[in-house]
């Protein structure tokens, strides 16, 4: 089975800066990974998808890198309602679908 | 527009059942693979059970021998049907779409499962 791994924990930056989130996989998993958001209360939306490919209507701010297994997650000039958990997951192995444990994004 | 909309949680005692419905609109859910996701509160995202667009079905080994995944398709309605219930199963479950062995690109507002005595 493929785990995957995300760093960091918890991520803490100001308004305006960026943030860089990373996502480790055990296994070669090409660019079958994908990236969500999730704010409490609200189920989870879709930013990327093929390492590197926004979603319908994510802005350009968010972009991704990585293939194989390091990927990279980057928001650029973050804005107050980019707070929340961000997730990855790796398609390239399934079932089962696994998630990454998630990186908490606060906005100071 | 497609929209994903779950129902069926509540409050059960530990050792009882509970059934998830998701009713699909905008698309078909038997020509797409639909999984239902779930999330223990302050915890991640944990997937659970997929059907595929075919009818197999596949299970989290956390929940293996307990839930059981299906559909409906004139309804175009997907269940997950749970039994056994244990207080670690306490969660918000989502209703996802798959496409077909990709990620998931359409999720339901979810469901709040409380497993409790």
Known sequence: EVVVTQSPATLSVSPGESATFSCRASHNVRHNLAWYQKKSGQAPRLLLYGASTRATDIPARFSGSGSGTEFTLTISSLQAEDSAVYYCLQYNYWPPYRFGQGTNLEIK | ?117
């Open chain 2, 1 to 117: 527009e497609e929209q994903l909309v779950e129902s069926g949680g509540g409050l059960v005692q530990p050792g009882g059942s509970l059934r998830l419905s998701c009713v699909a609109s905008g698309f078909t859910v038997s020509s797409n693979y639909m999984s239902w996701v779930r999330q223990v509160p302050g915890k991640g995202l944990e997937w659970v059970s997929v059907i595929y667009a075919g009818g197999s079905t596949y299970y989290a080994d956390s929940v293996k021998g307990r839930f059981t995944i299906s559909r409906h398709i004139s309804e175009n309605r997907v269940y997950l049907q749970m039994n056994s219930l244990r207080a670690e199963d306490t969660a918000i479950y989502y209703c996802a779409r798959d496409p077909g062995g990709q990620f998931f690109d359409l999720w339901g507002q979810g469901t709040l499962v409380t497993v409790s005595s």
